[in-house]
């Protein structure tokens, strides 16, 4: 049985419209985290993340310096994975580049609206849209954020709606 959290989830979050730059950014590290992991020890975690993290504040991450990098690889509380926590930070200065806002850069590879899928077996891990974004999040200095961790934020964020058609969870609209 899956549990109470992942349930609260699927259904308050996933694939609810989500635009802003600092909650882009914090849901972007999260699946970052989650690469090669169940997401349910994600979402366990994410009090331990945001507080670790200072609240995924852009600003306060970027700054980060190797002190940082060591309180975190010993906080017990979030994945200990030095590249995923440096890829963090790294995203941070990033994010603070950038000459666009976030959250308008990620939703341009937005694709257009499809009905829902059928089934589980329908929906796909990677998509011509998650591609161009991995990749042009690349060219930006971002890391960790390939092809299934871009469409993993484009559905947790309801770029994309991929509640299978049965779902009682409403359709999106941007």
Not at 66 to 81: K, T, Y
Not at 143 to 156: C, D, E, K, S, W
Request: with cysteine; aromatic share 10%; net charge positive.
């Amino acid at each position: 049985m899956q549990s109470q959290l992942y349930r609260d989830y699927h259904d308050q979050e996933w694939g609810r419209v989500l635009r802003g730059r600092a909650a882009l950014f914090e849901r972007m590290s999260l699946e970052a985290f989650q690469s090669g992991l169940s997401w349910l020890i994600i979402l366990r975690k994410r009090n331990n993340f945001r507080k670790a993290f200072d609240g995924f504040n852009i600003k306060k991450v970027a700054a980060y310096t190797d002190r940082d990098v060591a309180r975190l690889m010993a906080d017990e509380g979030i994945v200990r994975n030095r590249a995923k926590i440096e890829a963090t930070i790294s995203n941070a200065r990033a994010v603070a580049e950038l000459a666009v806002d976030l959250s308008d850069l990620l939703w341009s590879y937005a694709p257009p609206r499809r009905p829902r899928p059928k089934t589980l077996a329908d929906v796909p891990s990677i998509t011509p849209e998650s591609q161009a974004m991995a990749k042009d999040l690349k060219k930006r200095g971002f890391r960790f954020v390939g092809p299934t961790t871009a469409y993993a934020l484009m559905q947790a964020t309801g770029m994309v709606d991929d509640h299978i058609a049965s779902c009682w969870v409403p359709p999106t609209v941007t």
